[in-house]
């Protein structure tokens, strides 16, 4: 049964770092048909996606415009998974992290983190 | 960036009737770039039609999905107690996905 196991701390202060990682079972980080997301939702803003990457012989990476020079998608394929930075936060972040599977649509969810920013 | 506006944001029935929920696109939108989900409390979205018509893994019959370049719906046919929850419609388009604010159905 294909699985994507998110971690990482619910609670960042503000200006700091916002760190995730989700873990792949069933299928494989590296595939050359699968694209792995990030996503996030909150009252505020909805559902709001934030970043991907895949491989298609070498690795790629498309981020949200809104927070290009603030997010970095990894992919780590030793341990098949993948994690998502996202630096200097503010409490606008807070919000449910979703990781997913998918190109166009998202057919694979995690179950969802939720982040808090605050002191 | 294409903005998608759901409509009704509530819809009320009773089990057994036909839902009917709207995504309209601010400009066109691919067909094959369309797909709908279903949230329920504390849970992720699943996944239930893509390519705006087309059922995913283990979806029933009762949804469906239809239209075409703004205007876009998703049927579910005879409510059961578990379609009782929100749908997000959303749409890719150059490596920009953007989804709808969600309708809630609930039970009248």
């Known amino acids: 049964q294909i699985q994507l196991q998110q971690s990482g701390p619910g609670l960042v202060k503000p200006s700091q770092t916002l760190s995730l990682t989700c873990a792949i079972s069933?299928?494989?980080?590296?595939?050359?048909?699968?694209?792995w997301n990030w996503i996030r939702q909150s009252p505020s803003r909805g559902l709001e996606w934030l970043g991907r990457?895949?491989?298609?012989?070498?690795?790629?990476?498309d981020y949200a415009v809104s927070l290009r020079g603030r997010i970095t998608v990894n992919a780590d394929t030793s341990k098949n998974q993948f994690s998502l930075q996202l630096n200097s936060v503010t409490p606008e972040d807070t919000a449910v992290y979703y990781c997913?599977?998918?190109?166009?649509?998202?057919?694979?969810w995690g179950r969802g983190t939720l982040v808090t920013v605050s002191s | 960036e294409v903005v998608l506006t759901q409509s009704p944001g509530t819809l009320s029935l009773s089990p057994g009737e036909r839902a009917t929920l709207s995504c309209r696109a601010s400009?066109?939108?691919?067909?094959?770039?369309l797909a709908w989900y279903q949230q329920k409390p504390g849970q992720a979205p699943r996944l239930l039609i893509y390519?705006?018509?087309s059922r995913a893994a283990g979806i029933t019959d009762r949804f469906s999905g239809s239209g075409s370049e703004t205007d876009f719906t998703l049927t579910i046919s005879r409510l059961e107690p578990e379609d009782f929850a929100v749908y997000y419609c959303?749409?890719?388009?150059?490596?920009?996905?953007?989804f709808g604010q969600g309708t809630r159905v609930e039970i009248k």
């Open positions: 997913a599977r998918g190109g166009v649509s998202f057919d694979l």
């Open positions: 069933g299928d494989s980080v590296s595939s050359n048909t699968a694209a």
């Open positions: 990457t895949y491989y298609r012989s070498k690795w790629f990476y």
């Open positions: 400009q066109s939108v691919s067909s094959s770039h």
């Open positions: 390519a705006a018509s």
């Open positions: 959303q749409q890719y388009g150059s490596s920009l996905w953007t």
